[in-house]
């Protein structure tokens, strides 16, 4: 049913894009109310999708463009089971969510994709609690929990599944285990605070490290989201291998902390140059760097600076 799940075209090198902030450029751009943070719960009808094809559609002309691949993310980062529960939705219904989710993007694909701009399909996992804070769970406990949501996407046309804004090592362990369970490729991106580390001091070194050694490096590669790029520059060593699997960036648009954004009352949008000036850094100190999107306070104008910048320096 996948498309490119046995051969993804991000693993043989050239730029991707994917999108930037899509729940709170909804909530603030687009004046959309998402209840608990959850972009899932607009798949249940037509207006709702057409929010989503309206914000996918802000980026998808950009890869095309510039002859860039792009990641397409399923709108699932909440729509996983204690989330759905709290969302009124049952197994059931959570099931039917994430099968539609893929389903738009597969809508999607078709009518964007070219030979130069291929498009993957993303199933994204979001942490159980909150992106923000630590999380309890053990890694058996993670993996048996974030087996549902990844053997739904099994049965669709979902490419991988990534696990997205996990701020502990033994949930990222556990959604990794699962999705080789299912034969699934699996990212796993990391968020860190303002210091760089994970938000239970955890280094980014040793989440990464820790990960790939407890599930023979089974993730395909590793992403940084859901910060400033000057929150985690300073902890990349060129050479190493640990940032070599590094294949991935899409920070937030402001370099505020986690806990000044959680208050924010409105959009944090930054500088789209000055970031596509960070991204053109990144990319030329660490080649392993590939694949670019945004995070938090991020939309389409921040995607056509990063993009432009960094094929400029190519």
Not at 4 to 10: A, D, E, S, T, V
Not at 36 to 52: C, I, M, P, T, W
Not at 85 to 107: H, I, P, Q, T
Request: with cysteine.
């Amino acid at each position: 049913m996948s498309k490119y799940r046995k051969n993804l075209p991000q693993m043989a090198g050239g730029l991707f894009l994917s999108d930037g902030g899509m729940e709170t450029s909804l909530i603030f751009l687009q004046q959309v109310d998402l209840p608990h943070f959850a972009s899932f719960v607009l798949l249940s009808s037509d207006e709702g999708r057409q929010h989503l094809i309206r914000y996918y559609e802000n980026f998808l002309p950009i890869a095309r463009k510039h002859r860039a691949g792009f990641l397409l993310d399923t709108a699932t980062w909440r729509a996983n089971l204690d989330w759905g529960e709290l969302l009124g939705y049952d197994r059931s219904a959570l099931k039917a969510a994430n099968e539609a989710a893929v389903s738009l993007c597969s809508g999607l694909r078709k009518q964007w994709e070219t030979p130069e701009s291929p498009i993957v399909i993303n199933g994204v996992i979001g942490p159980r609690g909150d992106g923000y804070k630590a999380g309890r769970m053990e890694a058996v406990e993670a993996e048996d929990y974030h087996a549902y949501q990844i053997s739904v996407f099994d049965g669709t046309e979902a490419d991988m599944v990534s696990a997205i804004t996990m701020n502990t090592v033994n949930e990222a362990i556990g959604i990794a285990r699962a999705a080789k369970a299912h034969q699934m490729p699996c990212v796993v991106s990391f968020t860190v605070e303002t210091d760089g580390r994970l938000a239970d001091g955890t280094s980014l070194r040793t989440a990464i490290e820790e990960t790939d050694e407890a599930t023979d490096g089974s993730p395909i590669y590793y992403m940084i989201n859901c910060a400033h790029p000057s929150h985690f520059e300073q902890a990349l060593k060129r050479g190493e291998r640990w940032v070599e699997r590094i294949y991935g960036i899409r920070a937030n648009a402001s370099a505020k902390s986690h806990a000044e954004l959680d208050e924010a009352t409105e959009l944090e949008a930054g500088d789209p140059v000055a970031l596509g000036e960070d991204y053109r850094r990144l990319t030329a100190n660490f080649p392993a760097i590939r694949i670019l999107g945004g995070c938090c306070g991020t939309d389409h104008r921040h995607i056509e600076q990063i993009c432009f910048r960094c094929l400029e320096a190519a």
